[in-house]
């Protein structure tokens, strides 16, 4: 599979995980951050606004976040 973003971790943390933030390996911008979702004890994807998906993108996004929540849980 094709990799079209990049993932890198962030200074802060919520509920003591991580931040991770979300770049276009095309251009670099930074299209949203993923974090520690306190009430459903998991991980989500917070995209900029006006930000559009390819299912492609999508996929790396869900791959990367199911890896967090298997490691979180562990």
């Known amino acids: 599979m094709k990799e ?3 993932f ?3 200074d ?3 509920a003591g ?3 991770y933030h979300v770049f276009s390996k095309k251009d670099k911008s930074q299209l949203g951050i993923i974090f520690w979702y ?3 004890h998991q991980y989500i994807f ?3 606004k006006d930000t559009i998906w390819s299912d492609g993108c999508l996929l790396q ?3 990367f976040i199911k ?3 298997v490691e979180a849980k562990a």
């Open 38 to 40: 306190f009430n459903w």
């Open 46 to 48: 917070d995209p900029k």
């Open 17 to 19: 995980k991580s931040v």
């Open 61 to 63: 996004i869900i791959n």
């Open 4 to 6: 079209y973003l990049t």
């Open 67 to 69: 890896q967090l929540n």
């Open 12 to 14: 802060r943390t919520i």
């Open 8 to 10: 890198k971790i962030g």
